[in-house]
């Protein structure tokens, strides 16, 4: 059975008009397992997104992909967010996010749940951030294409129509509740087990989906990455997803990077993103390095999702709650002592 995953992403018009809404759908289409993961077991499929007009205004800079706020009851906790949105902007100096992602926890919250959450993140996010990413990603055709609805009008139209032929009429079915969104590609091979080439799903593809905007690359193979940006089109927007490894990807020509760690890193980040602009090279890499010493650091001791959250709240002070399960709660002590090891690396924000 397939599941497909969409990705909304909300665009804040600047200057003084009044922010109006504009979307950006992602999409990939997958295999269930019985845990609902996406896992595939070496099953291969191809990762696609959709993207809105919006995509006028290049994807750029740094976007947090949030953790889903809950009371400890593990209810969603909607009066977190405007907090959650304040943290980072003010502290982290990140003005996009991707909300409702895996980060999120998506698959673990009920469609009710996500449209309720998607729309207080944007709501909350009004005036604030430049954009909002909303992940629709379902086990489901039927409840990916109920929440696309919340977004936008429902037409016909006739973009997939050669090669990937299966992958496209599953996505077809998509762009029926999201018609004039344009396309990009996710690509997240160890996620979802597929291991095509990104590059090879771009080339041509401008011409089957005129309105293609770009790539979500979260993969680690850095001359497939470095293919991508080489064919990339003026308008598209290439975006990196390994937060370890982001300099090689700038260096490469990435536009712009989505991760669950811009979440509290995101003002080191933006730092590592301003010297390698400046051409300070040496300046990049030691907070590169620094990046990859405390991720190194928590990846020895187990790294999930449960943990990142916990890091998060001990980092920020939000008051996110716990996972929920099947992500099990990160033991205290465990997350204290990769705060602190953050603590030794970073200065204060
Ligand atoms: C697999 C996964 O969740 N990747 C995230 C985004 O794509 C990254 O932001 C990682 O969490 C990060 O690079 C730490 O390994
Ligand atoms: C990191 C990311 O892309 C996600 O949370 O889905």
Redo the contacts with the bound molecule.
Sequence with gaps: MGYLKVHLVTQKVKQHAPPTLSYVAFCELGKITSTGSSQTHGQTFVVMSLMAPAAERKLTGLVA?TFTPLTTQGEINLKEIGRYIDYLTEKQGVNNIFVNG??GESMSFSVAERKILAEEWCQKAKGKMDQVIVHVGCMNLKDSQELVMIFTHCHCNDLFTSRYCSYQMFLHEVALAAPTLPFYYYH?P??TGVNVLASDVLEGIEELIPSFSGVKF?GVDLMDLGQCVSYSQPRWSVLY????QLLAALALGAHGA????YNYMGCHVNELISAFDKGDIVQARRIQFKMQEL?SYA?KRG?DVGV?KQLMIELSGLNLGPPRLPVMPCPHEQCLCIAQKYHSIFPEC
């Design positions: 992909a895996t980060t997240i160890a996620v979260s997803g390994v937060d370890e989505v991760g669950s760690t991720l990846q790294f990142n």
